[in-house]
């Protein structure tokens, strides 16, 4: 009998303490090779605070993450990175003066420092041409090729974002850690970005996200996990996680907007059961 694979990412009991403040407590979850898994919960849940300690930005008070077996304790991000775990961040971290094509080779150079100098003095003018390939292939990937010679601060926000995509990827990931890619997208440029997120797991990279945008987790998600106050309160497929009373609790509890969706939906099919009315509650609270 075959054994089950191994995860690719394991955090194992992890807790954050800022003094006497709790950020995450005894955070446990696992993801395996090629899934798309959400982490999601109410703001200030600590979802940004998990993956920051996955990344090497935050020290763990207690338990241990691990990518492909090792232990992640003590190294700096850029190590982490190189073992092949990227993400991108909340705000937009591109360079505003360079242009969209320069960004995404600053990414790939980092990839490759000892070149850097001998590339810049032009005494490598064949790897030039090779990253410059690379480069605009991963422009055409996340939809930029157009926007190749523009200033990336030019660009509108969420074509911002998907430089940030671009700068992961060149790092050759095999996870992909995406923080609230969406935000700032409209519903036709979120609906792309399923698209690219699917695209980018075909082509055998994991995929770990955070977002409040619960239709968008909903239809790409394989996996949900949820985090309330810094605590996992439910894990497991989307259909799984619309009907958990610990997820409804936890998001009807988040406003009045959240309430009112969910009156609405049940009034407006009272013989329905709870599904409908947390879905409405869910997304009503990240509007």
């Not at 671009?166 to 996870?175: C, I, K, V």
């Amino acid at each position: 009998m075959d054994s089950p694979p191994s995860p690719i990412l394991s955090v194992e009991h992890v807790g954050v303490r800022f003094g006497g403040l709790v950020a995450i407590a005894d955070l446990h979850f696992d993801v395996q090779p090629g899934e798309i898994v959400s982490l999601i919960g109410p703001n200030g849940a600590g979802k940004t605070t998990a993956f920051n300690v996955m990344t090497g930005f935050l020290r763990p008070s207690q338990g241990v993450v691990r990518f492909r077996g090792t232990a992640l304790a003590g190294l700096q991000p850029h190590e982490i990175v190189r073992l092949g775990l990227s993400r991108t961040f909340q705000r937009t971290s591109v360079f505003p003066d360079d242009s969209v094509l320069d960004n995404v080779l600053i990414g790939l150079h980092r990839r490759t420092p000892a070149r850097l100098l001998d590339t810049l003095l032009g005494r490598d003018r064949a790897s030039e041409r090779r990253l410059r390939a690379e480069a605009r292939d991963l422009l055409d990937r996340v939809g930029l090729t157009a926007r190749a010679d523009e200033k990336a601060g030019a660009l509108a926000y969420g074509e911002q974002r998907l430089v940030g995509v671009a700068l992961a990827l060149a790092t050759e990931p095999a996870m992909l850690l995406l923080d609230e890619p969406v935000s700032g997208m409209n519903a036709s440029e979120t609906r792309v970005f399923v698209g690219l997120i699917r695209a980018i797991r075909e082509r055998g990279v994991t995929i770990l996200l955070v977002e409040h945008d619960m239709p968008m987790v909903m239809a790409v998600s394989d996996r949900i996990a949820v985090l309330n106050y810094g605590r996992l309160i439910a894990q497991g497929p989307p259909e799984a996680i619309r009907s958990d009373p610990a997820v409804i609790e936890a998001y009807l509890g988040q406003g009045s907007a959240a309430r009112e969706a969910a009156m609405r939906a049940a009034q407006a099919s009272p013989a329905q059961t709870s599904p409908a009315p947390v879905s409405a509650a869910l997304e009503a609270s990240h509007a």
